[in-house]
């Protein structure tokens, strides 16, 4: 039999992984699950792409702040314009003490446009950015391990869906490609749109709750409407939905080397993942590869 | 080939539905619709399942409400549970008039429970009703001609969607069974969830905007992320998704003596279908058969 997770490092993490997710497929095993309820679902910043030094969306919005205060010097006055067009990276490292300012900055970013505008606007600036350290276009940022266990849920005849805290719209515009899921199948946080003169447009306001913590769950129950089976996260906002699934996997971020090293945001999930059993993936030990071997990516 | 369509009339109008959802299939078409495009969204209410003399999901409400005047009668006092105790039909059927109230007895009818528990109430009233004409379960009441072609269009790499302006979790009891469609691929109108206490419940508020008219396309652009190629519809409410579409089928209910005859909640549907050029579909004319035989069914 082919090894299906090549870029994982053999050992106890990858052998469970693999037994796990066969068992649940297989009608003979103790945890056969059937198939219409084989439900995977994966979180995105740092669980599927790299999300440091900022979430990539950030950066994506970051520009379009600056952009815009260029545009209209007055809205660099007032938050959070003013600190993108400053390059105050502290006011957004506090990013829970602005998160009002922050979050209605984000719903103004590409407000009275259709959702195929905001597409455009977010293809081309995945097409003209380069990651800060790494100095690669960010989708190629996509942990090679985590896209061959999308491949192993599917195969096992897993439906796959991505929840992320960050922005719906942004992650569909790529994540046919990066990752083979197709855009129906990504719940995230988003824009509250609005129907006028026969066409649908984004309104400045986010849909509440956030798809974050305990959003997930009902964003979750609101677009699948069943609880996943199996879940992977990697940070304190996926301890919810981790929370719903027979089994969760904890990436942690422990490679500085090839990636980065941080316990910052995920230290009540590390906890959680102790207590409730879930499998802590260490990147440094059990990821022989972190990104894709593509041209001019530097791997580590 | 075998006829993909056998419960249809032969004649212009089946023979228009299979070409044009073949050429959309079909790579060397001047229509063709690449596969990750290929969208298909229906109606649910008068689209695939039969709603009259009232929407099934407004029996399985006005019980629910009986009951809860039953278990406090001072809820009786307030519109609409007096209306659903007194059996005022006259009340329900100026929806409009009173639709704040009614909707908010939609939300209270159900509240502060888990969506499975929500579901095990659909189910037992699903099990447990009859419809008053046709004296069979509602569950077969579908349109046979509609689940051929569901099948159709599935069969040339369409995804099926439902987009129902009734209840969402109402539908998503009986997609699978009824339409082999998953519960992800319902969407709907649908009470605000909330999450505590490491659980999901429903809230008394409904999710706005409902999914009804310009709702519509709003709750497609949310669930699916592109606008749908296929859309069929029968009534007002499905105007705007209509015009979403590439291609749009308008079912006419004129067939008083197998089904219903009426044109009420239609008027604008049927006008903007002869504009659009939209494909009116008479079930008189046009079905062989109107219900799925089975067991104790009457068909007519």
Redesign the interface.
């Known amino acids: 039999m082919t090894d299906p997770l090549p870029s994982w490092n053999d050992g106890e993490t990858k052998r469970q992984i693999i037994a796990l997710v066969r068992a649940m497929a297989d009608d003979k095993s103790d945890t056969f699950v059937p198939p ?1 309820s084989r ?1 995977a679902v994966f979180d995105n910043d740092g669980t599927l792409w790299c999300e440091k030094p900022a979430y990539i969306q950030a950066s994506f919005l970051l520009e379009r702040w600056r952009e815009m205060v260029q545009q209209n010097p007055r809205l660099g006055e007032s938050q959070p314009y003013k600190a993108a067009a400053d390059g105050d990276m502290a006011y957004f490292a506090d990013l829970y003490a602005h998160i009002e300012e922050i979050l209605r900055g984000v719903g103004e970013a590409f407000q009275a446009i259709t ?1 195929e505008e905001f597409d455009e606007a977010a293809r081309q600036w995945f097409a003209s950015t380069r990651h800060p350290r790494f100095g690669v276009p960010y989708t190629e940022l996509i942990y090679q391990p985590m896209r061959e266990l999308l491949d192993l849920v599917r195969n096992n005849g897993f ?1 796959v ?1 991505i929840a992320t805290g960050g922005g ?2 942004f992650v ?1 515009v790529v994540s ?1 490609a990066l990752y083979a899921v ?3 199948c ?1 719940i995230g946080s ?1 824009a509250k ?3 006028r003169d ?1 066409k ?1 447009l984004r309104l400045p306001e986010l ?1 509440q709750p956030i798809d974050d913590g ?2 997930k ?2 964003h979750i ?6 609880p996943p089976v199996f879940v992977a996260g990697n940070s304190d906002g996926d301890i ?1 939905m981790l ?1 719903m699934a027979r089994f969760g996997l904890l990436l942690y971020h422990d490679d500085a080397e090839r990636e980065y090293s941080y316990d910052a945001g995920a230290e009540k999930a590390l906890e959680a993942a102790r207590r409730n059993g879930w499998l802590i993936v260490s990147m440094r030990s059990d990821f022989a590869q972190v990104f894709a071997p593509k041209r001019g990516a530097r791997n580590g």
């Open positions: 219409e439900i959702p439906k869906f719906r719209d569909r046919e197709p855009r129906e990504v988003a749109l609005e129907y026969g649908v849909v305990p959003g769950p009902i129950y609101e677009r699948i409407g069943r919810q929370e």
